[in-house]
């Protein structure tokens, strides 16, 4: 499974923050695949941490609250990913849906 093979690298010593928060937005992206929707959330939270201005951390992080059905929490993360990608039609999307 993908989500072990994530696992995996985030334990690995030496990562930087960097790449630690893409090991965990994909971890996350895993997680939404797999509907642990929770999961998916707090891998969302730590890669936005590590990396505040990593623009997937907050389109993961939409994804994970609007499959929680915490709407308001989703678009107000999505608007967050717009604003750092303006020209981005694939969150458009997701925002309005």
Not at 82 to 94: A, F, G
């Amino acid at each position: 499974m993908a989500a072990t093979k994530y696992t995996d690298a985030i334990t690995l010593p030496g990562i930087s923050d960097g790449d630690l928060s893409v090991l965990h937005s994909n971890r996350s992206l895993c997680y939404l695949k797999l509907g642990k929707y929770a999961q998916a959330l707090e891998d969302a939270k730590l890669s936005k941490r590590l990396n505040p201005d990593y623009l997937k951390a907050y389109i993961r992080l939409g994804k994970a609250y609007e499959s929680l059905e915490k709407y308001d929490k989703a678009i107000k993360n999505f608007d967050k990913a717009l604003s750092l990608d303006m020209n981005n039609d694939e969150i458009r999307q997701m925002r309005s849906d």
